[in-house]
T-cell receptor, first 114, second 111 residues
């Protein structure tokens, strides 16, 4: 079946603009995760959804970052008033059973803030 | 701050040699996972080892876990050029909703 998909694959924006990144998890996966990976670095955990709720939002870097999930499926990560330090690859993953289970990753969205 | 630290940061070997990567972490965990990443994009799950397990095998991969030392190792035997990638460990600490990734090891296998 289809894997995790993310859109857009690449996004170039100007500093100060808002961007919205989308993640379509694997059908039936109740858990969804967002990560950020800066160039040459490891993954930084941002937020985790179980169904439509996010038990822990403390990984979001600032109040310019928000995420939502509707219908237990698609999730969007919104970055308001983008800054150059927001430039990174944003990765989404999903699985059935949460943190004790294998995560299936999407290809990521490469965000460049000029 | 990141939970895991991996060493070496980079490793270059010839095809046919074995590659060993190490991961250390800070807090008690439920399980530890290893992932592979090609070209800075999506990660692929390799293997999961639970906190009550000490060793696990999958094909050419061998993972060990020492909870007393809070460390794990990933061994790739008889490496191939196609194994060239970055390898990350990830842990889920008790009482958190986070999966924390290590800093990664960049493996280069020369044909």
């Amino acid at each position: 079946g289809a894997g995790v998909s993310q859109s857009p694959s690449n996004k170039v924006t100007e500093k100060g603009k808002d961007v919205e990144l989308r993640c379509d998890p694997i059908s039936g996966h109740t858990a969804l995760y967002w990560y950020r990976q800066s160039l040459g670095q490891g993954l930084e955990f941002l937020i985790y959804f179980q169904g439509n709720s996010a038990p822990d939002k403390s990984g979001l870097p600032s109040d310019r970052f928000s995420a939502e999930r509707t219908g237990g499926s698609v999730s969007t990560l919104t970055i308001q008033r983008t800054q150059q330090e927001d430039s990174a690859v944003y990765l989404c993953a999903s699985n059935r059973f949460g943190l004790t289970d294998t995560q299936y990753f999407g290809p990521g969205t490469r965000l460049t803030v000029l | 701050s990141q939970q895991g630290e991996e060493d070496p940061q980079a490793l270059s070997i010839q095809e046919g040699e074995n590659a060993t990567m190490n991961c250390s972490y800070k807090t008690s965990i439920n399980n530890l996972q290893w992932y592979r990443q090609n070209s800075g994009r999506g990660l692929v799950h390799l293997i999961l080892i639970r906190s009550n397990e000490r060793e696990k095998h999958s094909g050419r991969l061998r993972v060990t876990l020492d909870t007393s030392k809070k460390s794990s190792s990933l061994l790739i035997t008889a490496s191939r050029a196609a194994d060239t990638a970055s390898y990350f460990c990830a842990t889920d600490a008790f009482n958190t909703d986070k999966l924390i990734f290590g800093t990664g090891t960049r493996l280069q296998v020369f044909p």
